[in-house]
């Protein structure tokens, strides 16, 4: 028979068991920190109606999309977690508890052009929170607060949560007088960090912005100091624009919560220079930083937008979100090694009867093992000594038991460290206690 | 603007928090127990290429794949966990250790007509191990030593794991003469709880089987007694051929070694009557049904097959998995009444402060019991106390925390039990310990 070469599309993730373990540690670790902020868990199909999906969408987004026909119904396979939110809120408005938190952890599909580190399927982790017609300002501080708490339980080291307001944007760029190409400003100086502040100037003067202004511009962004002395610095920086003052105020009132949540003052920082290219956030912004790994550009953001579900309905619900890359992340902490996926088992032992003749015995001990709430494997093929213990190894199993006549008639297990080759025999009733 | 109504297509399972906090803790317990038995996790894309995830399939399966071109890919979703797990296998040989375990819960997708109880996107909860041109049979053994540890932990009442060996069917087909038409009449026999033993012999009887031979068949299906009292049976029925007593011999071991595996005897039974329809099983399968609600069907099902990988290598790859189907299994108990949904918070206390005053208190309270592992919400906006309880009470969270003045100066909380309604002054330090 002729066979078919075993082989997935290029650009989608798939990892062996080793990585997989630390891919959902990782995951789980999220997970655990959105819910304990009481964030509630939500599943939407990646399978959507492509009128309802693409309501919003257009360009880029559009062309990316895998969209497909299935009899009569024009499919999409969901390209981010963020418009089958919006659909499920208008969809389900009436049957859910306002301000509504749910975190969602799953795969979306975007059809890019192959490259090093670019995903067509990738998981995203996002948190919002909705709510009807207005959300505390208190949101904007929980966001961050959760994201401190699951990189700091993630341990990839120092991390910066960067944080900015729109407002202060939107109204510093109003008083220079060009509000009308806002969008086009903001879209250059998102660039910053990657082109250069000459280039952003060169660029900013193809828009027509005067090289005063320009100058301006870069002073007011680059401004330093602690976080208290760049609220000061904006709040006497002579700009009277009333959207600013209410920018500079909410930033304020959110560094202050942030604190209450009991985020490190060295874990986030004011940035002036983020704008976060998506057109509908409209208040706090976020980008977030590791430290000794600045290459790998923002690993979570987000930021406060006033109407999700416009496309949807005519309510008026306004939110604020934040989402990790998480497949992209992984990736890239492959890459500058800080993964170390040194598991490739969730057993602790590795229970190993001499002969089928103590397999009753071993079935018996790994029983009690998982009783009492450890993970645990038994060697059921019958062969030597030499493959099980290399079983064993290749797993990096920290502990074998192996079972032979003396240990199956007394009970007992003769457990050795796999790591300092140390041996004792142990009465299998014991044998959990006994693993690290 | 012109609104689109949200929607989702016909036969996606979407949940409600409530509804989705109770699928999560089954998905949850299912992975757990996997996971102590060893087997390691695996999570295969969603889209694959056409040739590879196609190379068997034909007639019903191929109708039902959501298939589609993107560029130049011909590209489809998986339609279950089975054929990926092959594919994974013979593309990544070199790199995994064997026998490999390894379990996948996910989605996979069918584009079937939408019917009650039937879903286009559904998780499916699989267990494999794949050996090398060989694997113990006491696999046979482990795969429902698992599920019954998952089904005892899931709590839905009793169950009776139905175990057969198709080559106690086969042989004692071959030994009537009838090996040509084996895959018709175990077709047939795998009618036999939908349809009944008269409309089974009319089908066999236009198959041409004999009346004489039809009757054989049944009262063979139809071996009643204990376990061991259907071996003995098996054992003296006369039959002597070689396929037949090998499967007898298997089963009998497969028996015994659950019975050490510590499977209860109440838990399990030889089912002749069980076949699967899968052309590709060729030892042990298995069927499990709830006690209590036989209208549900099997709810757990699998077995042996010889060869996983034909299609992709040369190897002999032998495996034995088994799978839950995950989102109908959910959908029937919510129909039968097994699924208490009572949850619609992860939070174990919701903290109010009385007012934005009380907010510093109240985010440090929320620290303190999730630094001491529980998940807590603090109600953010600030309005009268009665949409506080409000809420507390749609998301039936069990307590809530009020910080007034008094509270904030003591650094305590007044701890109310929503259900008791009883009420004590509780140090910030002390309340994770007060909520059970």
């Known amino acids: ?117 670019r995903f067509r399927e990738f998981y995203q982790a996002d948190i919002d929170c909705i709510g009807v017609d207005e959300l505390d300002l208190i949101y904007d501080a929980e966001m961050p607060a959760v994201i401190y708490n699951v990189f700091k339980k993630l341990d990839f080291g120092a991390f910066t949560i960067r944080i900015n307001n729109r407002k202060v944007l939107n109204g510093f760029f109003s008083e220079l007088g060009y509000s009308e190409s806002i969008a086009d400003i903001l879209r250059i100086i998102d660039k910053i960090e990657k082109i250069g502040a000459d280039s952003v100037k060169e660029e900013l003067a193809e828009l027509g912005v005067s090289a005063s202004a320009a100058e301006k511009i870069l002073s007011f962004i680059g401004i330093t100091g602690s976080n208290d002395e760049k609220i000061a610095a904006l709040k006497a920086c002579g700009v009277e624009n009333e959207l600013f003052l209410e920018g500079v105020d909410e930033l304020e009132k959110v560094i202050g919560f942030m604190r209450d949540f009991g985020v490190e003052e060295n874990y986030f920082a004011i940035d002036l220079s983020i704008a976060r290219g998506l057109d509908y956030y409209t208040g706090t912004v976020y980008e977030t930083m590791l430290n000794d790994h600045p290459s790998m550009g923002s690993v979570c ?8 579900t416009e496309y949807y309905t005519n309510k008026k619900l306004p939110g604020i979100g934040i989402s990790i890359g998480l497949t992209r992340l992984f ?66 199993i920290p502990y074998v038991a192996i079972i032979g006549d003396d240990e199956a008639a007394s009970g007992s297990v003769m457990l050795k460290n796999m790591e300092s080759g140390e041996q004792e025999l142990v009465k299998a009733e014991d044998l959990a206690g006994k693993l690290l």
């Open 331 to 396: 990736y890239q902490l492959k890459e500058e090694g800080l993964i170390k996926s040194g598991e490739a088992s969730l057993a602790k032992v590795l229970i190993v009867p001499m002969n089928p003749a103590h397999m009753s015995s071993a079935l018996n001990a790994a029983r009690l093992v998982r009783e009492a709430g450890k993970y645990c494997e038994v060697y059921y093929q019958d062969k030597g000594m030499k493959p099980k213990m290399k079983y064993a190894n290749k797993l990096g």
């Open 301 to 308: 953001s987000g930021g406060r937008y006033d109407n999700l």
């Open 1 to 117: 028979m002729d066979k078919v070469q075993p082989r997935i599309l290029p650009g989608f993730m798939e990892l062996l068991p080793e990585d997989q373990i630390a891919f959902n540690k990782m995951r789980d670790t999220i997970r655990e920190v959105y819910e304990s902020f009481g964030f509630l868990p939500q599943d939407t199909p990646v399978i959507e109606l492509s009128d309802v999906l693409l309501a919003k969408a257009g360009g880029e987004t559009e062309k990316q999309i895998y969209r497909f026909m299935k009899g009569d119904n024009d499919l999409s396979l969901r390209f981010d977690l963020t418009v089958p939110l919006a659909r499920y809120v208008a969809q389900h408005f009436g049957e859910l508890t306002f301000p509504f938190k749910r975190y969602q952890i799953n795969k979306v599909y975007r059809g890019e052009r192959p490259q090093k580190g």
